[in-house]
């Protein structure tokens, strides 16, 4: 179908209206399905490097020193002591 002016290309013999607001559709929905992902993935980068900061920095409650498992005023380990809690679940199991 070839059109001799561009007046006649807008109108399509009447299916103008109807062809073309299917081209805006379609292209409309095409973009949005290169945008969103693109939105969605540098959104969740953001939010990546929001926790890696987030855990890199110390808090307040924790000790900084190289053994994390070492209260700073008297020495003592804070961790649980898994070998005597073992031991303890032995003798009530017998």
Request: proline share 6%; charged share 20%.
């Amino acid at each position: 179908m070839v059109f001799d002016t561009l007046s006649a290309a807008w109108e399509m013999g009447g299916h103008g209206p109807f062809v073309w607001s299917a081209y805006g559709i379609t292209l409309v929905v095409l973009l949005y399905l290169i945008v969103a992902p693109v939105r969605r993935h540098q959104r969740h980068v953001r939010q990546i490097q929001v926790d890696l900061r987030r855990a890199r920095q110390p808090r307040d409650n924790e000790p900084t020193n190289a053994e994390p498992h070492t209260s700073i005023a008297n020495g003592s380990s804070v961790a649980p002591d898994l070998e005597a809690m073992a031991h303890k679940g032995r003798s009530h199991a017998s």
